[in-house]
């Protein structure tokens, strides 16, 4: 415990590594803070097993932290990319192994043909991977239309986000930024053979691929599939008028305490919840996609004495989907909701047409059927 202690405080007491680069003297500094500290505190020394580990630890800890540090590139230090494509063949595995190490990001333009973005970005991944350090290499048909490049190999030297120098036909940078230091610029030309690009353009592709869909078939499976997904309570046709009430108390499974810790409700306690908020509104419970519920509905909802009236519907239309749903609203007048299973449960539905109310300190169930005028 103490080491990790102290390795945080040896980090907090070590200068600004912001220009620090060699991470082995960062280690050592580190070291001799860790000497001081041990002798200033009365710790034990660390056993020679253990100073090493310590060592490699700070060492491990004064990359990390030099890396984190390490001075941001500036904006007009120039950028060198290297265009590639897979009709090079064996060349392009060359112009990863010029590339690794070097300032030089490798660019495609897409995938091969008929393959997925996911898969050539992994292909990528293990090509770089297979060189040490990796080169950079990315899928970037944007910068391809922003420099105009149509054959490969092409090198582009960008300053500020501006084209400043290219060359064709070679796969080292060499070449063109002597010519770039020595005060040429533009298009510098070709210097070797280069290729047709094979890969197709991917955003030519993806928007080809977009003008292709039919969005307004996508957005109408999405929002069937949505209304297949709808989860609704089958309840039976009331036959008989029935009015049943019940206690809605429940039992508090478990102490409820308050931020200060004070303890509202006791484990066991029964609460009746009409106690604590009264019900002050009339519950029509219904299926909706039939009509005679439909206008008993809207009767029953026009009786409710000022009460605020919530609909619930026991079935849906899912073919007419949301279109049918909002006519079913604008028939009824009013806003429609789904009865979720779980109220069907607290409040004991059996059959529909039903009201729910308060009444008192209970809650009462009125089944009403559809006859009934």
Known sequence: MWRSALLVTVILTLPDPAAATDFDAIARDLAQHRDR??????????????????LDQVRDIARQTGERHAPTPRRDQPKTYLFLSAALGPAVDEAFALAAGREVEIVFRGPMDGESLGSAIRRLGQQAAR????????????????????VVPTLVIERAGSEVAR???TLTPDTLLSKLDAGESGDLGAVGPVVAIVEPDLIATMQARAAALDFDAIK???????????TTVDLPLATVARRRSFDPSVRVSRDITLVDGAVLRHEGEVVNPLDVMPFRQRLVVFDATDPRQMALARRLGGEAGG???????TAVDRES?????????STLGAALYILPPAMERRFRLEAVPAVVEAEGRAMVVTEIPVQEK
């Open 321 to 329: 989907g949301w279109d049918g749903f909002n006519r079913l609203q």
């Open 167 to 169: 060359m064709r036909g």
């Open 131 to 150: 060189f040490d350090p990796p080169p950079k290499a990315m899928i970037n048909p944007t910068l391809f239309q922003k420099h105009g490049v149509d």
């Open 220 to 230: 109408a499976g999405a929002l069937k599939r949505q209304w297949d997904r709808v």
């Open 37 to 54: 500290l041990v002798g200033e505190r009365g710790l034990a020394p660390l056993s020679t097993q253990d100073g090493a580990r310590f």
């Open 307 to 313: 009460k605020r009236v919530t609909y619930l519907t």
